[in-house]
């Protein structure tokens, strides 16, 4: 298993700022995700964090936006940049450990946008 | 692509009665499925997986069996209290290691 750590665990932001979330785990880990899960909806995947290169972002989810990044097999941020009220959102971090087990998510954070 | 359809809630219960969440699945291969569990105000929490099919996942209760022919995972309990208020969520993962999640389903119980 694996625990995960988010910080910080909620803020209420203003518009046009930044917010940058760290995810911690207490293992070292291949693969590291950032999802979104938007008030009353589904996660969606916004990108795999890549130790040692870039982030892979999905479909509708760019860098300049979402700035990713993951120095070791521990640890990763997540940037929220220029914040509009559409970004108040819970995001959490997920690890996997291996094909098929599961993937452990961190406790989230929630983001407010005012 | 690999998608999951999920039984769209919300679903409001009595306590001891019998919850069935219908969850469907259309994916290339062989995925493996996943519920996850959202309780009030925490994190998204797995509650039980299936790697292969005729595989029975089971965890606090809840039992889900992965069912190649009607490509369907959906979950049961056949008591529920009021503490699995929560929401549910139906999971596949692809090959590209990636989860794709339905839809998510609200479930009240009431006393």
């Known amino acids: 298993s694996a625990v995960i750590s988010q910080k910080p665990s909620r803020d209420i932001c203003q518009r046009g700022t930044s917010l940058t979330i760290q995810c911690q785990v207490d293992?070292?880990?291949?693969?590291m995700f950032w999802y979104r899960q938007q008030p009353g909806q589904s996660l969606t995947l916004i990108a795999t964090?890549?130790?040692?290169?870039?982030?892979?972002?999905e479909s509708g989810f760019v860098i300049d936006k979402f700035p990713i990044s993951r120095p070791n097999l521990t640890f990763s941020t997540l940037t929220v940049s220029n914040m509009s009220p559409e970004d108040s959102s819970i995001y959490l971090c997920?690890?996997?450990?291996?094909?098929?087990?599961?993937?452990?998510f961190g406790p989230g954070t929630r983001l407010l946008v005012l | 692509g690999d998608s999951v359809t999920q039984m769209e809630g919300p679903v409001t219960l009595s306590e001891e009665a019998c919850l069935t969440i219908?969850?469907?699945?259309?994916?290339?291969?062989?995925?493996?499925l996943f519920w996850y569990v959202q309780y009030p105000g925490e994190g998204l929490q797995l509650l039980l997986k299936?790697?292969?099919?005729?595989d029975k996942g089971s965890n606090k209760g809840f039992e889900a069996t992965y069912r190649k022919e009607t490509t369907s995972f959906h979950l049961e309990k056949g008591s529920v209290q009021v503490s699995d208020s929560a929401v549910y969520f139906c999971?596949?993962?692809?090959?590209?290691?990636?989860?794709?999640f339905g839809a998510g389903t609200t479930v009240t119980v009431r006393a």
């Open positions: 997920s690890v996997y450990l291996a094909r098929g087990e599961t993937q452990y």
């Open positions: 299936a790697t292969k099919a005729d």
């Open positions: 964090a890549n130790q040692g290169s870039e982030a892979t972002y």
């Open positions: 999971a596949l993962e692809a090959d590209v290691y990636k989860l794709s």
């Open positions: 293992s070292q880990v291949t693969m």
């Open positions: 219908n969850c469907t699945y259309t994916a290339t291969g062989y995925p493996s």
